[in-house]
């Protein structure tokens, strides 16, 4: 499985963002996905997921109402729509795949990774 990320960039704080991550293999509709995300001198932290379906997604309390995790399984991809984006949102954003098992918050469950991409957020 690889995965590419993109859509990163520069917002000012109270803008939007929305990141994509396109994934290869043709079982993509069998994988649950997450988000998550590594601000520097930090360690990676969990920020979305969802299930292979879509029908289930989960947030990490600190994006809830702001950030929406979503996937389009026809075209292989899942999206994070991220709104009223703060400064504290900074970081380089990876998208993780699991084949084995449902959604996870854990990054220790997901065993394929994408290479991330830079969200910076200014104040």
């Known amino acids: 499985v690889q995965l590419q990320a993109s859509g990163g960039g520069l917002v000012q704080a109270g803008g939007s963002l929305r990141l994509s991550c396109a994934a290869s293999?043709?079982?993509?509709?069998?994988?649950?996905m997450g988000w998550f995300r590594q601000a520097p001198g930090k360690e990676r932290e969990f920020v979305a997921t969802i299930n292979w379906s879509g029908s289930n997604t989960y947030y990490t309390d600190s994006v809830k109402g702001r950030f929406t995790i979503s996937r389009d399984n026809a075209k292989n991809s899942i999206s994070l729509q991220m709104n009223s984006l703060k400064p504290e949102d900074t970081a380089i954003y990876y998208c993780?795949?699991?084949?084995?098992?449902?959604?996870?918050?854990?990054?220790?469950?997901?065993?394929?990774w994408g290479q991330g991409t830079l969200v910076t957020v200014s104040s």
């Open positions: 293999g043709r079982t993509f509709s069998r994988y649950a």
């Open positions: 993780a795949a699991r084949i084995l098992g449902g959604t996870s918050t854990y990054t220790e469950a997901y065993p394929y």
